[in-house]
Antibody
Framework: EVQLVESGGGLVKPGGSLRLSCAASGFTFSNAWMSWVRQAPGKGLEWVGRIKSKTGGGTTDYAAPVKGRFTISRDDSKNTLYLQMNSLKTEDTAVYYC??????????WGQGTLVTVSS | QSALTQPASVSGSPGQSITISCTGTSSDVGGYNYVSWYQQHPGKAPKLMIYDVSNRPSGVSNRFSGSKSGNTASLTISGLQAEDEADYYCSSYTSSTTWVFGGGTKLNVL
């Protein structure tokens, strides 16, 4: 059974940093392309970014609002995906989901972790 | 990249069929067959319902179907059931090698 468990969320001040983790199990993580998607309170889904598998090139893509501030990385030895968030803004407040990527879609999702950016 | 356009809400009675539209541009919906649909119940993670415009993942009811014409994709739910009441989001790959979601549609089952 595919399981994705996010952690690392919490309260952070504007301008601060936070690193989220996503522990994966139930599938071959090293072969998977992975994404982060966020959802502000009461709002819709917003794609954050994606990382390819190492065999796929290991490259990353980001949404414009987070480009240059957020970095996605992976540790295939630990079956873990990361999202390093720097220079956080109040508008980054959201539940952050990690998701597996398949054929242009996001097929398995974690339960999400809440990030609150507030002074 | 602007969000794809979805109606804010749609309603239907049990047993009826409803369709949710998702309008984009030739740079996203119209340019690629990477349109997907997600169901989200309150407080829960989204669930993939349709991928590649019209394909259902294993385990998703065949009451859910997807299609696309030009820059508009559609999700149709037939034989509405109370458990279908949820928020629905479309998503598309874009020419900027990014993904964009729709604003979401609340489905009310009357």
């Amino acid at each position: 059974e595919v399981q994705l468990v996010e952690s690392g969320g919490g309260l952070v001040k504007p301008g601060g940093s936070l690193r989220l983790s996503c522990a994966a199990s139930g599938f071959t993580f090293s072969n998977a392309w992975m994404s982060w998607v966020r959802q502000a309170p009461g709002k819709g889904l917003e794609w954050v970014g994606r990382i390819k598998s190492k065999t796929g090139g290991g490259t990353t893509d980001y949404a414009a609002p987070v480009k240059g501030r957020f970095t996605i990385s992976r540790d295939d030895s630990k079956n873990t995906l990361y999202l390093q968030m720097n220079s956080l803004k109040t508008e980054d407040t959201a539940v952050y989901y990690c998701a597996t990527y398949r054929s242009g879609s996001f097929d398995y999702w974690g339960q999400g972790t809440l990030v609150t950016v507030s002074s | 990249q602007s969000a794809l356009t979805q109606p804010a809400s749609v309603s239907g009675s049990p047993g009826q069929s409803i369709t949710i539209s998702c309008t984009g541009t030739s740079s996203d919906v119209g340019g690629y067959n990477y349109v997907s649909w997600y169901q989200q119940h309150p407080g829960k993670a989204p669930k993939l319902m349709i991928y590649d415009v019209s394909n259902r993942p294993s385990g998703v009811s065949n009451r859910f179907s997807g299609s696309k014409s030009g820059n508009t994709a559609s999700l149709t739910i037939s034989g509405l059931q109370a458990e279908d009441e949820a928020d629905y989001y479309c998503s598309s790959y874009t020419s900027s090698t990014t993904w964009v979601f729709g604003g979401g549609t609340k489905l009310n089952v009357l």
